[in-house]
């Protein structure tokens, strides 16, 4: 082969991988190019989102921004779920060291005594918020970290404890200037882009299907420009989605007492702490518990609640699985040391005689003390309001009551345990409002989501 001949195939052989090389960054972007990107904020109004746990004036749309007060924290989520996707956003901080995120895959219910959703967060943070310097904190701009048991695998630049990928470089410009966010969800890896250049990235990330959510923390963030393009599903399983949920609206805001009759004599007792709701239990209204404005028929009630107090030892009263009280071989009712740090509870549709209880004895929390303690009852509807098992938490941790009611039957779960079920409460009023009980003892709320279900479901 001649000199000619060896150089034209070498210069085709150059020229085919230059065409290969070409060829992966077109391939790259072949989805985007195949779905363009669509608004997931249409400038006018929150058509599409949908408040998880903070008040109607968290987030309001000015001049074609999204503005979150900070207060309280808690999340603002779309109304469906993303799997595989790249988002791109604006955003500001308001003020030097202002704190908020964006989450990704996230459970559309927060979790257990926390303003936040199990999910992937993306930070959102001004430098300034670290005194010491840039990077050198527990988190920074443009981390990104599981929360609330989702898992992920870190890397790159990791955080101290090793939980959180940091970005390779410090690319945000200090309030109050715009920021661009990028971010790549495929497969469960993210990768989140600052303005213009790939940052950080997050492998191995359960769940990989959820919700996304711009969260408020403390302090007033702009968003803007939020847009979203939808990549192919490549089929997650069960467990690596995240909890869907539709129709549950905020009872407390985290702002004020808004939906609740805010009696005076409640000022300075049942007190708005931003996502919790504090009570001191020393109300000074007439009716000193705290009720709904609205009545309500069928729902489902979302409740966390946790005792302040600290406990003592007690002897509290046994119960049997027939409601009774438990008798010793004296024939006298039956206590047993335990420790006590008060006693609440919720009434249902107005009526005090359907309340679920909140207390500390051995048979837990949960039971309907009006039912259970009426001996008009017949047996099976006194044992229908009696706590199948104890499923609370050791005294100072949150748990979680989802209460159901359907025509006249209840049922109760709390922390994922079934306690009562489908027990019937004869002639429970049809309608009514709810109430967070008075019992003189310091108690804390949070987390109080209701969603009213139709007739045709029960």
Request: glycine share 10%; charged share 25%; aromatic share 10%.
């Amino acid at each position: 082969m001649n000199h000619w001949i060896q150089k034209r195939y070498v210069s085709l052989g150059f020229l085919l991988i230059a065409a290969m090389l070409w060829a992966v960054p077109e391939a790259s972007c072949a989805d985007e190019q195949a779905e363009p990107f669509v608004p997931l904020f249409n400038g006018r109004d929150l058509t599409g989102w949908i408040p998880i746990n903070v008040g109607p004036g968290t987030f309001t749309v000015r001049d074609g921004i999204i503005v979150s007060t900070g207060i309280p924290t808690g999340l603002l989520r779309t109304e469906k779920q993303y799997e595989n996707f790249i988002i791109e956003l604006e955003w500001r901080h308001m003020k030097p060291g202002g704190n908020a995120g964006l989450f990704v895959w996230g459970d559309g219910l927060p979790a257990v005594g926390s303003p936040f959703a199990r999910g992937i967060e993306v930070q959102i943070l001004d430098t300034g918020y670290n005194a010491n310097g840039k990077n050198e904190w527990f988190t920074t701009h443009g981390d990104v970290f599981p929360v609330w048991g989702a898992t992920m695998t870190t890397t790159g630049r990791t955080s101290k404890n090793g939980s959180r990928s940091f970005p390779s470089e410090d690319r945000v410009k200090d309030s109050p200037e715009w920021n661009h966010y990028r971010v790549e969800g495929r497969n469960g890896e993210l990768r989140l882009s600052v303005n213009g250049k790939e940052v950080t990235v997050g492998k191995d990330c359960v769940p990989r299907k959820g919700y996304l959510c711009l969260e408020s923390e403390g302090s007033e963030c702009h968003f803007r420009n939020i847009r979203i393009v939808e990549l192919p599903s490549t089929d997650p399983k069960p467990e690596e989605t995240a909890v869907a949920v539709k129709g549950f609206v905020p009872l407390y805001t985290g702002e004020d007492l808004t939906n609740w009759r805010a009696d005076p004599g409640h000022e300075g007792h049942w007190q708005p702490k931003d996502w919790r709701l504090a009570y001191d239990g020393q109300s000074e209204a007439n009716d000193k518990s705290l009720w709904t404005e609205k009545e309500f028929g069928d729902f489902t009630l979302v409740c966390d609640w946790r005792w302040t107090r600290k406990p003592e030892a007690k002897p509290l009263p046994v119960l049997l699985p027939s409601g009774d009280q438990a008798v010793d071989e004296n024939g006298q009712p039956k206590t047993e040391m335990a420790p006590d740090a008060g006693d609440s509870g919720i009434y249902l549709r107005g009526s005090s005689k359907s309340q679920v209880n909140i207390w500390c004895w051995p048979s837990g929390s949960g039971e309907v003390w009006g039912y259970r303690t009426d001996g008009s009852q017949p047996p099976e509807i006194r044992a229908g309001v009696t706590p199948k098992k104890k499923a609370d938490k050791p005294i100072g941790q949150w748990n979680r009551f989802v209460i159901t009611m359907r025509g006249d039957r209840l049922t109760v779960v709390l922390n994922d345990e079934t306690v009562i079920e489908n027990a019937q409460l004869p002639g429970v009023p049809e309608r009514g409002p709810i109430a967070l009980q008075h019992h003189g003892d310091p108690i804390e709320f949070a987390n109080i989501l209701i969603q009213e279900l139709d007739a045709e479901s029960r």
